[in-house]
């Protein structure tokens, strides 16, 4: 499938949680990339493109929101239903196009690392409708 999912561990105690969303040894490749947030209104669509050399990972940090991937050139598509209660990182290899839609009532918040630093002469971004896959959870 176009993308891959790891839920991550967490560690609470009566003061809250932490979770690792990304440690070096998953990073591919190794040399630093960049870490942005992106935020997401109750139902609003976030993305719609796709990436021929980044490679992306989200976590959602706070709301709840589906996360649509597709694979431009092999067809394939999948949904990633994303929620700051239950963490979860996903990957998204280069080719496959990509959106996040707001699922839930308040502000969504997505933490995110890229291989590769915004470079507005240089976007690597294009744009593509990704086919929403909802399904009922």
């Given amino acids: 499938m176009p993308g891959e999912k790891r839920t991550l561990e967490q560690m609470v105690d009566s003061r809250g949680r932490v979770f690792e969303i990304l440690r070096r040894e998953q990073l591919t490749p190794t040399a630093f990339g960049q870490i942005y947030v992106f935020t997401a209104a109750p139902g609003a ?50 080719g496959v196009a990509h959106s996040m839609v707001n699922t839930g009532v308040d502000e969504l918040v997505v933490l995110a690392y890229v291989t590769e630093p915004f470079d507005p002469n240089d976007t690597d971004t294009y744009p593509y409708e990704v086919p929403p896959r909802r399904r009922q959870q």
């Avoid at 949904?79 to 700051?84: G, N, Q, W």
């Fill in 45 to 94: 669509v976030k993305g719609n493109h796709f990436h021929r050399r980044k490679m992306e990972w989200f976590c959602v940090v706070a709301g709840e929101g589906e996360l649509d991937l597709y694979e431009v050139e092999g067809g394939r598509g999948e949904t990633f239903v994303m929620r700051a209660l239950e963490p979860a990182v996903v990957r998204i290899p280069p």
